[in-house]
Nanobody, 121 residues
């Protein structure tokens, strides 16, 4: 099992910035093929915010494109989400996701516990 630990959430005013971090670890050697950030607001379905592959390809939700930037450090198995120009509608629990393969064989898809981001008006 690959475990993900998130950090960096908090309370900010509209227009402010936050950077989320997510580090992956496991008891078996693994290779991450893609990592991403999802968010879920009360009463709404979880949605993809941004994702990045190990080769550097990225995609973003239309609502965050131009404001958020996803990046990763493959050597550290860590993904970051730089969030700028935050809006109240960005308020949600943000979840890290990672998928990939174990060196010895097998596929994984893991989720972090979530970190709260609250943007005040």
């Amino acid at each position: 099992q690959v475990q993900l630990v998130e950090s960096g959430g908090g309370l900010v005013q509209a227009g402010g910035s936050l950077r989320l971090s997510c580090a992956a670890s496991g008891s078996k050697i693994f290779i991450i093929s893609a990592m991403g950030w999802y968010r879920q607001a009360p009463g709404k379905q979880r949605e993809l915010v941004a994702a990045i592959t190990s080769r550097g390809s990225t995609n973003y939700a239309d609502s965050v494109r131009g404001r958020f930037t996803i990046s990763r450090d493959n050597a550290k198995n860590t993904v970051y989400l730089q969030m700028n120009s935050l809006k109240p509608e960005d308020t949600a629990v943000y979840y890290c996701n990672a998928e990939g393969f174990y060196f010895a064989g097998g596929y994984f898809n893991s989720w972090g516990q979530g970190t709260q981001v609250t943007v005040s008006s």
